[in-house]
């Protein structure tokens, strides 16, 4: 897609994610949601998520993921669907299945959901509560990725990859079948935010890599045409920078619960970035104008290895959240590529030893937590859902 800088109108987007909270019962180590996670009460009232998808489909936005946290906590779900349907953007909800029963999903359905993206820890119900940091989730997901089936929408299963569940890919994809699934993405753990403090804990082998691989191609062609099987790559391992949101500015657009909207969800972590906010600003010029698009959008500002690399427009130079994670200037290569002078830090990780797995540290509310995690399995059932 063709990408342009200056006094040009850049490409339309055609994706919004839509935060509509942080709040959430699980409390994954990986979670995208940022460390410090939005306050309930600075939540955009269903009426402002319904101009901002107004908004969103006059710069031409089709397609809308509502997710969290866990949609499901907002009491006014149903309106902002209706309010996308009748804005003419295609809803998909994205869920741990926590909190849903077949009253909602049809006031959900009558309302123009389109289909439903399920998040599943393990095939295995002990260890995916564990990972979840709450007793009970994967009930809750089998009762609702049944719920789906009747209802008829299509179900996508989510899984994020890493070392505790990795050696159980062949286990969920017979669970994706199981519960009658559509579409599986097996997605390998990107290592900021939430990911980066656990890294420790979450980074997998080598070895559980390639064999997960083949396994994922093995499936793959055994379940052709039934279920579309999706790996996301394991950009530490491969020395190759993945194209994050297929380039800064390009495609798609996050807006946060608060109404700061960002061009990746994990930006809020680039610390000049000073990004917009729907309630200061109308979305088009956030997304043709305001300095925070406009930053590393296209190939200008490229410097260092990816300046005039034949790759510049398959990769975009990586991810700019771990350029900054790991160096400290978002502006350098992504140090995943094998071509950048700071490889040696992902390089070095990913072939190291593994020490024994630390706990994780989980989600709390409202602040970053000062370290440690919860003792040992099923320990989650007390704790609060984030950021209430
Ligand atoms: S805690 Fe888990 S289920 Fe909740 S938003 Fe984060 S990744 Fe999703
Ligand atoms: S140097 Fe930059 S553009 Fe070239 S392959 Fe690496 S990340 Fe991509």
Known sequence: MAQVTGSTDPAPPWALLAELTHACPLHCPYCSNPLELARRASELSGGEWADVLRQAAELGVVHTHLSGGEPLLRPDLEQIVAAAEAAG???????????????????????????????????????????????????????????????????????????DNLDAVDALIDLGVDWGVDRIELANTQFYGWGLLNRTALLPTRDQLARARETVE?????????????????????????????GWGAVSLTVAPDGTVLPCPAAASLPDLQPPNVRDHPLAWIWERS????????????????????????????CRCQAFALTGDAARTDPACALSPDHHLVRELADGGRPEAPPYVYRRPG??????????PNSGENLPTCSQ
């Open 89 to 163: 953007i295609y809803t998909q909800l994205v869920t741990s299945g926590t909190g849903l029963d077949e009253a909602r999903l049809a006031a959900l359905t009558t309302a123009g959901l389109r289909s439903v993206q399920l998040s599943v820890q393990h095939a295995d119900p002990r260890a995916n509560d564990r990972i979840a940091g709450r007793r009970s989730s994967f009930a809750a997901k089998e009762r609702a990725a049944a719920l789906v089936r009747r209802a008829g929408l299509p179900l996508g299963l989510n899984v994020v990859l890493h070392r």
């Open 218 to 246: 093995r499936r793959r062609e055994q379940l052709a045409g039934r279920i579309d099987l999706v790996w996301v790559v394991p950009d530490y391992f491969d020395g190759v920078a993945k194209p994050c949101m297929g």
């Open 291 to 318: 300095p925070a698009f406009n930053r590393f959008r296209g190939t200008e500002w490229m410097t260092g290895p990816c300046h005039g690399c034949p790759r510049q427009e398959e990769d975009f130079g990586g």
């Open 367 to 376: 602040a970053v937590p000062a370290g440690g995690g919860f003792p040992g």
